[in-house]
Nanobody, 119 residues
Framework: QVQLVESGGGLVQAGGSLRLSCAASGRTFRITATGWFRQAPGKERELVATITWSDGSTTYSDSVKDRFTSSRDNAKNTVYLQMNSLKPEDTAVYFC????????????WGQGTQVTVSS
């Protein structure tokens, strides 16, 4: 199995920055990509970024493009989400999830970390 643990959430003022981490353990060789999701109260879960472990290629939703950057450190089995120019509407619980080799979607999930952006 793959275990994921997020960290780095917190309270920040609008315009500030946070960096989330997603540390993977277990059968990490199965992971081909990591996705960052967020869910705000009363809203559907939103995929905001993905990163491929093999080459570091990334995708971003329009809502975070040019503000968020995902990176990875394969040696540490850790993926990061650098969040800049944060807005109150970025407030949500952020989850990382892992895609396993040969499968679509995301099969392993972290517990989530709260990000709150004050105006």
């Amino acid at each position: 199995q793959v275990q994921l643990v997020e960290s780095g959430g917190g309270l920040v003022q609008a315009g500030g920055s946070l960096r989330l981490s997603c540390a993977a353990s277990g059968r990490t060789f199965r992971i081909t990509a990591t996705g960052w999701f967020r869910q705000a109260p009363g809203k559907e879960r939103e995929l905001v970024a993905t990163i491929t472990w093999s080459d570091g290629s990334t995708t971003y939703s329009d809502s975070v493009k040019d503000r968020f950057t995902s990176s990875r450190d394969n040696a540490k089995n850790t993926v990061y989400l650098q969040m800049n120019s944060l807005k109150p509407e970025d407030t949500a619980v952020y989850f990382c999830a892992a895609r396993h080799f040969g499968l679509a979607g995301f099969q392993s999930w972290g517990q989530g970390t709260q990000v709150t952006v004050s105006s």
